[in-house]
């Protein structure tokens, strides 16, 4: 895979493009309310979530036109990918099981951290699909459209890493308008480094984007199901299973850089 295969893309001007098109949210987020939403966030973060596949929209259509439109929103099921059903195991039990270990540890120490609104089981099923289509608007962005041309030219960490930055200042606004402590803002940003690697990670074993969205919305279930257990709070498991994984990768780069000497 090499970065000429990718040279149509522009990932700096799709992190750009995400804030503007995001901006005038953030402005009308303050004079819309709509109470008992999940992790007690802003209503137009539902609406927010399709930034990204916005600016990867205008930015594919640019430069390849419909058809390039249509294969990135193809990209939305693109479940045949997946090299073996094996892989759904991490995709749909993985957040659920960081979430748990969070909220047994957090009972096990007695650490209490600001809650949020639990949801129901019947308002779990009921947001099921929004949680699916807001990854959905994200995913075709952060992974589909800019995850390639990064990890081809830097490698998967860094790629990682580059896009956490802008993924957790997009999310800032929204982590601070639903009452986060400075505390959860930190471990906000430590669980968005944490998040991106495991999907860049996800992504590059299955090379399925729908992988990814179903991961991503599994995330936002898991962290709305548990009061006591922001979605912050996963931070530390988070960063612990990305160190694993970037010890993988690391491991194999030196292996591909023996074989070829």
Same mark, same amino acid.
């Given at each position: 895979?090499?970065?000429?295969?990718?040279?149509?893309?522009?990932?700096?001007?799709?992190?750009?493009? #995400?804030?503007?098109?995001?901006?005038?949210?953030?402005?009308?987020?303050?004079?819309?309310?709509?109470?008992?939403?999940?992790?007690?966030?802003?209503?137009?973060?539902?609406?927010?979530?399709?930034? /990204?596949?916005?600016?990867? +929209?205008?930015?594919?259509?640019?430069?390849?036109?419909?058809?390039?439109?249509?294969?990135?929103?193809?990209?939305?099921?693109?479940?045949?990918?997946?090299?073996?059903?094996?892989?759904?195991?991490?995709?749909?039990?993985?957040?659920?099981?960081?979430?748990?270990?969070?909220?047994?540890?957090?009972?096990?120490?007695?650490?209490?951290? /600001?809650?949020?609104?639990?949801?129901?089981?019947?308002?779990?099923?009921?947001?099921?699909?929004?949680? #699916?289509?807001?990854?959905?608007?994200?995913?075709?962005?952060?992974?589909?459209?800019?995850?390639? /041309?990064?990890?081809?030219?830097?490698?998967?960490?860094?790629?990682?890493?580059?896009?956490?930055?802008?993924?957790?200042?997009?999310?800032?606004?929204?982590?601070?308008?639903?009452?986060?402590?400075?505390?959860? +803002?930190?471990?906000?940003?430590?669980?968005? +480094?944490?998040?991106?690697?495991?999907?860049?990670?996800?992504?590059?074993?299955?090379?399925?984007?729908?992988?990814?969205?179903?991961?991503?919305?599994?995330?936002?279930?898991?962290?709305?199901?548990?009061?006591?257990? /922001?979605?912050?709070?996963?931070?530390?498991?988070?960063?612990?299973?990305?160190?694993?994984?970037?010890?993988?990768?690391? +491991?194999?780069?030196?292996?591909?850089?023996?074989?070829?000497?």
């Amino acid at each position: 895979m090499t970065g000429d295969q990718y040279s149509e893309r522009r990932p700096w001007l799709f992190f750009v493009l #995400v804030f503007v098109l995001s901006l005038p949210l953030y402005l009308l987020s303050p004079f819309v309310h709509v109470a008992g939403l999940p992790k007690n966030g802003p209503a137009l973060d539902f609406v927010g979530a399709f930034m /990204p596949m916005t600016a990867a +929209v205008i930015l594919t259509g640019r430069a390849t036109g419909r058809r390039g439109i249509r294969d990135l929103l193809g990209r939305a099921v693109d479940f045949g990918r997946m090299p073996a059903r094996r892989w759904y195991v991490p995709t749909i039990l993985l957040m659920p099981a960081v979430y748990l270990f969070t909220a047994a540890v957090l009972w096990l120490t007695d650490l209490r951290l /600001p809650g949020q609104p639990a949801l129901s089981p019947l308002a779990m099923i009921a947001f099921l699909p929004v949680f #699916v289509l807001a990854a959905t608007g994200e995913e075709l962005g952060w992974t589909a459209y800019a995850t390639d /041309p990064l990890r081809s030219r830097y490698g998967p960490l860094a790629a990682s890493l580059i896009i956490a930055l802008p993924w957790w200042a997009w999310h800032l606004y929204s982590i601070i308008s639903s009452g986060q402590t400075k505390l959860l +803002v930190v471990l906000g940003f430590v669980a968005t +480094v944490g998040f991106r690697v495991i999907y860049v990670w996800l992504y590059g074993a299955t090379g399925s984007v729908a992988s990814v969205i179903i991961l991503h919305a599994m995330t936002n279930v898991s962290a709305s199901y548990h009061p006591a257990v /922001p979605t912050s709070a996963a931070g530390p498991a988070l960063i612990l299973i990305a160190a694993v994984i970037a010890a993988g990768w690391a +491991v194999r780069r030196r292996a591909s850089e023996l074989n070829a000497s």
